[in-house]
């Protein structure tokens, strides 16, 4: 079986663990790595997704699976006024983010708080944030409703959702059915957690997708 995102199904505790040593070895180099295997392109999918967020000048915005900050650095930039929570359940990465921000003299530190948590239980309280973002992190959950579900819960009332994230695991093994079926499976997951307005852009002619939606 395969999941919303095309992975093969592998026992959840097992999934978990990788997932945490994967990103553990490689949080002083997954900025170079990323560069590596995308060839930079991942920085002209997250510039375009933090640009076309509706977002208030003085938004509270959370970022989970935030990993080393590409996604709330862009944020802050572009809404100076905006104060930005990384979550991340590895805590090497955000260590690594949270050291980048304190060099960055385009960031008011002070404005982004860094906090370890799993995306499946979010350590926040109901109703507390203006926007949820997550960028190439729902893949690696386990449970991608229950993902959603928090991130349903903490989101004020009328508040934002939005994910940014790879369409299938390979393009060269994507068929045009392939591609469809994940958005309107991504979509009609996101529904029914209660969210509203779902939609969704392809990017690259689909090898990512952004869905966005409303509390
Ligand atoms: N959002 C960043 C970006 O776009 O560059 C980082 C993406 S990185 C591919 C995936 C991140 O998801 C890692 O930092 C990993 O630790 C985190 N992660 C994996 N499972 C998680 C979970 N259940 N809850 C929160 N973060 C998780």
Not at 22 to 45: C, E, P, Q
Not at 62 to 87: M, N, Y
Not at 206 to 211: E, M, P, T
Request: proline share 2%; aromatic share 10%.
């Amino acid at each position: 079986a395969s999941t919303h995102f095309g992975f093969e199904q592998v026992n959840e505790e097992e999934k978990a663990d990788r997932v945490r040593q994967v990103f553990t070895g490689v949080a002083d180099k997954y900025d170079l790595m990323n560069d590596a295997m995308s060839m930079g392109i991942h920085r002209l999918w997250k510039d375009y997704f933090v640009q076309s967020l509706p977002l208030k000048r003085d938004a509270k915005m959370l970022d989970v699976a935030g990993g080393t900050g590409d996604i709330s650095f862009r944020a802050l930039r572009r809404f100076p006024r905006a104060h930005v929570t990384v979550c991340d359940i590895n805590e090497e990465m955000l260590r690594v983010g949270e050291q980048k921000a304190k060099e960055d003299r385009t960031l008011d530190s002070s404005r982004l708080s860094f906090v370890v948590g799993d995306g499946e239980k979010l350590p926040f309280e109901d109703d507390s944030f203006d926007a949820y973002t997550i960028s190439f992190g729902i893949r690696n959950c386990t449970h991608v409703d229950q993902v959603v579900r928090e991130a349903r819960r903490v989101l004020k009332p009328g508040g934002l959702f939005a994910c940014l994230e790879f369409s299938q695991i390979h393009p060269a093994l994507r068929t045009v059915y392939d591609a469809y079926s994940f958005q309107t499976d991504f979509s009609s997951l996101i529904s029914s957690t209660g969210l509203r307005d779902v939609r969704y852009e392809n990017l690259s002619f689909g090898i990512c997708a952004i869905h966005t939606a409303r509390k």
